[in-house]
């Protein structure tokens, strides 16, 4: 099984950072990732497909990137709206994997 | 509009079965890879199963041989047969799409979960 790290599990930043959240696989998955965010007692969003597209509706502040095994969620300026937690997940290979998940706080 | 309602969910004792079911609307659940994802309380996301377009299957270890994923293409609906219920099953599950790839647009359309207890 394909195992899909994200670390660090909690991120403290304030409005208007530029914040990196990083994501690798344990063997190389291609572009096959995608970036979910979650926020208390909702279902996932969908954020970013295929490690760099982003899905529609999705403000252009967010951004991913990376191929292979490394891959990277970028929020330009943070705002309110964004503080939650995001996920990362591979699609290469059954049993689809998610990362444990990394929130991002308000410092 | 494309959604997905899931339904099915509630209290249930170790060892017993629930079926979950998930309706879409708005896209055909049979053109399209379904996938089961489950969230347990203060845990992560745990993707569950999936139903390919061409009717194949897969589990995750956790679940293999006491769930088993099916859909309706009449009714345009998904389901999860749930045997064997433990209580490290207890969760929000979830339904979510996949369009077929080439090209992969990821899991892009999600329910809004249907939470199962297992507990005496």
């Known amino acids: 099984d394909i195992q899909m790290t994200q670390s660090p599990s909690s991120l403290s930043a304030s409005v208007g950072d530029r914040v990196t959240i990083p994501c690798r696989a344990s063997?190389?998955?291609?572009?096959?990732l995608s970036w979910f965010q979650q926020k208390p007692g909702k279902a996932p969003k969908l954020l970013i497909y295929a490690a760099s597209s982003l899905q529609s509706g999705v403000p252009s502040r967010f951004s991913g990137s990376g191929s292979g095994t490394d891959f990277t969620l970028t929020i330009s300026s943070l705002q309110p709206e964004d503080f939650a937690t995001y996920y990362c997940?591979?699609?290469?290979?059954?049993?689809?994997?998610f990362g444990q998940g990394t929130k991002l706080e308000i410092k | 509009e494309v959604q997905l309602v899931e339904s099915g969910g509630g209290l249930i004792q170790p060892g017993g079965s629930l079926r979950l079911s998930c309706t879409a609307s708005g896209f055909t659940v049979s053109s399209n890879y379904m996938s089961w994802v489950r969230q347990a309380p203060g845990k992560g996301l745990e993707w569950v199963s999936i139903i390919f377009s061409g009717g194949g299957t897969f589990y995750a270890d956790s679940v293999k041989g006491r769930f088993t994923i099916s859909r309706d293409n009449s009714k345009n609906t998904l389901y999860l047969q749930m045997n064997s219920l433990r209580a490290d099953d207890t969760a929000v599950y979830y339904c979510?799409?996949?369009?077929?790839?080439?090209?992969?647009?990821?899991?892009?359309?999600w329910g809004q979960g249907t939470t199962v207890t297992v507990s005496s």
């Open positions: 979510a799409k996949e369009s077929p790839p080439p090209p992969y647009y990821g899991m892009d359309v």
């Open positions: 997940q591979q699609s290469y290979s059954t049993p689809y994997t």
């Open positions: 063997q190389s998955i291609s572009s096959y």
